[in-house]
């Protein structure tokens, strides 16, 4: 078992930047690709970013590259979404989730790819 707890969340306006951190208890994260994402009210779970175990392959979701960098610290058991040049469209829960499969960028947008998740951290973009 995993047990995420994501952290780093808040109120920011819009064009300003939020760290997100996501810590891992119960077992290692190196074993696993992990991805980031976000939920705004009355819209599905949608796909922010992934990177695999070792952090070599990232993969982001259009809406967000070029301003979203995730990125993981596997001696720190931690994973990161540095959001930058936030836009008011950003405003969600946001969720990470870690997965035991193999990194495939079609896989890793999908919920269901995901075995562990954490109970999300809110960001609100505010204009």
């Known amino acids: 078992q995993v047990q995420l707890v994501e952290s780093g969340g808040g109120l920011v306006q819009a064009g300003g930047s939020l760290r997100l951190s996501c810590a891992a208890s119960?077992?290692?994260?190196?074993?696993?690709?992990m991805g980031w994402f976000r939920q705004a009210p009355g819209k599905e779970r949608e796909f922010v970013a992934a990177?695999?175990?070792?952090?070599?392959?990232?993969y982001y979701a259009d809406s967000v590259k070029g301003r979203f960098t995730i990125s993981r610290d596997n001696a720190k058991n931690t994973v990161y979404l540095q959001m930058n040049n936030l836009k008011l469209e950003d405003t969600a829960v946001y969720y990470c989730?870690?997965?035991?499969?193999?990194?495939?960028?079609?896989?890793?947008?999908?919920?269901?790819?995901?075995?562990?998740w954490g109970q999300g951290t809110q960001v609100t973009v505010s204009s």
């Open positions: 989730a870690a997965s035991p499969r193999l990194f495939v960028t079609q896989t890793m947008q999908v919920p269901s790819s995901y075995d562990y």
């Open positions: 990177i695999n175990w070792t952090g070599s392959r990232l």
């Open positions: 119960g077992r290692t994260l190196s074993s696993y690709a």
